[in-house]
């Protein structure tokens, strides 16, 4: 136990990279140990499940406990994962231009995509009113949320205080869960990283080098200037040390699994520890990790822009701002698992008129570049979840205070000459 403790003890960042460096020097070491990569596979699984499980009770929970006030961050919140979500898109067009990419297409992909952005929706909405047991059992984070929300504003209506108790204490108990599995993120990562290592190697960063930096290039200056820029406008502070608290302690586990929807709980600990209300970043955490895709909406345009490139397809200046609308929008119904974005390419592809068989192939390279392209997609989108639910709360505590300080002002000791007229 006196171990256990002291190892919990360690910062769990610091814990993380130990296991990381390990991993990646078990790789180069002893890549035939495949067995080190069950590891990740039982941490990502475990994360996998507790997840949906954890978002439906804690948003059930807090809408039915909240009281008024949630409303402006909650606005605030999503108008700001749209604007970075269309900006990303806009920064992939401006990179596409100015570094255009062409690709070897070769063998087209044997997945199926969406057709049109109408299928998108179609299924969005699908999804949204599927069965709330199916939605949960399935990861199903769109039907989630809405169900969850009705559930609360039901509970809200006609519960009993004392039922309301009971959920809020249910949701305690899962979260206390998701804390005693996230104290094995360090041997996960190693895991996860082993595999990484041991299986690709260092091949994909020659291959498809160009493309990559690109893509890795659009995201950054996403995630590193334009978003610092948005909650700069909002907060008029330097929001830099948000911002790399949450690259540490968000994005660095979301790097290696991959997944949005795992790293749910790694974002709720996180807004915990930032000290943010758990009624409002329960329900705009999991809801961010839906529609907050701005390294989806990289990919897609980037991508996209490279096959026009590759077979000629001259793209003008209307038709590439009509692309970014619409990689924002299917970027929002991208799925939250890895490789979520990829399939959405042959439907951008196809508003620029570009054929299934050609689009496809760029499919079946992102897969290739994946390990790579999807890690820091998924990690910065993951990061920018807890990036802007904090700017969010953080713009509307400056607002109160704001008003609270005219209020102030305006007390009654105020002589009433000086008084603003009511």
């Known amino acids: 136990m006196n171990i256990l403790r002291k190892w919990t003890e360690i910062s769990l960042v ?3 990279f130990i296991g990381l460096v390990i991993g990646a020097t078990l790789a180069l070491v002893v ?3 495949t067995v080190i990569s069950m590891l990740g596979q039982i941490f990502v699984s475990a994360l996998k499940a507790i997840a949906p499980v954890l978002v439906a009770v804690l948003v059930t929970a807090s809408i039915a406990k909240a009281g008024g006030g949630l409303g402006p961050r909650f606005r605030t919140v999503i108008s ?11 920064l992939a067009v401006a990179g596409s231009f100015l570094f255009p990419v062409r690709l070897a297409l070769k063998d087209a992909a044997s997945q199926t995509a969406p057709g049109s952005l109408t299928d998108v929706f179609t299924n969005l909405f699908t999804n949204m009113v599927s069965n709330p047991i199916q939605s949960t059992s399935t990861a199903n984070y769109i039907g989630i949320l809405f169900w969850a929300i009705i559930f609360g504003l039901a509970m809200k209506k006609v519960a009993s205080k004392h039922t309301i108790e009971v959920m809020h204490d249910f949701a305690e108990v899962i979260s206390q869960a998701v804390k005693w599995i996230i104290q094995f993120a360090p041997f ?55 911002l790399f608290t949450c690259l540490k302690e968000s994005g660095i586990n979301a790097f290696f699994t991959r997944s949005s929807a795992a790293n749910i709980p790694i974002n709720m600990n996180l807004c915990k520890k930032l000290g943010l209300d758990e009624d409002f970043y329960s329900v705009s955490i999991p809801l961010g990790a839906t529609i907050n895709m701005d390294g989806a909406a990289v990919t897609i345009t980037v991508m996209s822009l490279a096959v026009a490139h590759t077979v000629g397809v001259e793209v003008e200046f209307l038709p590439a701002l009509m ?17 979520g974005s990829l399939l959405l390419i042959p439907m951008a592809c196809s508003f620029l008129g570009i054929d299934d068989d050609v689009s496809m192939q760029a499919v079946a390279i992102g897969f290739i570049i994946g390990v790579v392209q999807d890690s820091v997609e998924t990690a910065l989108n993951s990061c920018g979840d807890v990036f802007f639910t904090a700017s969010a709360e953080y713009y509307e505590r400056r607002k109160r205070q704001s008003a609270a300080h005219i209020s102030a002002q305006r007390s009654p000791s105020t002589p009433a000459d000086t008084m603003p007229p009511a």
Do not use: D, K
């Open 14 to 16: 610091l814990r993380i």
């Open 31 to 33: 890549p035939q140990w």
């Open 80 to 90: 700001r994962y749209l604007l970075s979500t269309f900006i990303a898109a806009l």
């Open 188 to 242: 996960g990562i190693l895991g996860l990283v082993f595999s990484s290592v041991s299986e690709s190697g260092l091949e994909v960063f020659t291959t498809y080098g160009h493309l990559l930096l690109l893509l890795v290039g659009c995201m950054l200056a996403n995630t590193l200037i334009s978003n610092p820029l948005i909650s700069y406008l909002m907060l008029r502070r330097n929001p830099y040390p948000l």
């Open 323 to 339: 692309l970014c609308i619409i990689a924002t929008l299917g970027a929002c119904g991208a799925s939250g698992v890895a490789g």
